[in-house]
């Protein structure tokens, strides 16, 4: 059965700091993964996709990369700002017809 | 503009009333699904529908019972028989299953006294 970890639960980092969210998987037969913003009451916003045979994907000042060989992926945000201040989640699909795995998310707090 | 629709926002019902939280979507997308969050557990399946007339049990369905007469529309009703209903429902809807990217709506908070 496919677990997704992310690890810490929470993060807290000032302003203008480069930061990088973790996020490891069990079984790397992975179709794809996402990378998911949720802020505070709010539904999820897809951020990245990233198909099993990318070993990136960037969208303005983020960048995700995924290593299927070690179960891992990270989400890379340059030049932090207190709007990037909400929960991050990935997602992984195991594969056709298959239904997505969640972790349950890191905490990104952006001190002014 | 596109988009997901879930209303009402928030819902408070008394125990052993069935509520039906509506889940309307206009991005022609063909897959619906429900999710469950609860603090410090992430999303959970419910349902899902590929296709119209057509859905299938997530995870967590017991006690959760849906319908997708619309392509646009994809109702969850919680049962009486849902032994833990206050939480945080998400719809979501792609374009043709797990492997598109996912869209959500902004969610309907349940509370059930």
């Known amino acids: 059965k496919q677990e997704v970890t992310q690890i810490p639960a929470a993060l807290s980092v000032p302003e203008g700091e480069n930061l990088v969210l973790n996020c490891s998987f069990t079984?790397?037969?992975?179709?794809?993964l996402q990378w998911f913003r949720q802020d505070p009451g709010k539904g999820l916003t897809s951020l990245l996709l990233i198909q099993s045979s990318q070993r990136e994907q960037t969208s303005g000042r983020l960048n995700a990369s995924l290593d299927k060989s070690s179960g891992r992926s990270t989400l890379y945000i340059a030049a932090s700002q207190p709007g990037d201040s909400a929960t991050y989640l990935c997602a992984v699909h195991p594969g056709a017809n298959s239904k997505l795995t969640f972790g349950k998310g890191i905490t990104l707090s952006v001190r002014p | 503009d596109g988009g997901i629709t879930q209303s009402p926002k928030y819902l408070f019902r008394k125990e052993g009333q069935n509520v039906t939280l509506s889940c309307e979507q206009n991005?022609?997308?063909?897959?619906m699904y429900w999710y469950r969050q609860d603090p410090g557990q992430g999303l959970r399946l419910i349902y899902y529908?590929?296709?119209?007339?057509?859905?299938q049990k997530g995870d967590i369905a017991e006690g959760y019972s849906v319908s997708r007469e619309k392509k646009e529309s994809f109702p969850l009703t919680v049962t009486s028989a849902q032994k833990n209903p206050t939480a945080f429902y998400l719809c979501?809807?792609?374009?043709?299953?797990?492997?598109?990217?996912?869209?959500f709506g902004n969610g309907t908070r349940l509370t059930v006294t």
């Open positions: 529908s590929q296709i119209v007339n057509d859905f």
């Open positions: 991005l022609n997308h063909d897959a």
């Open positions: 079984d790397s037969a992975i179709y794809n």
């Open positions: 979501a809807s792609s374009i043709g299953g797990f492997n598109s990217p996912l869209h």
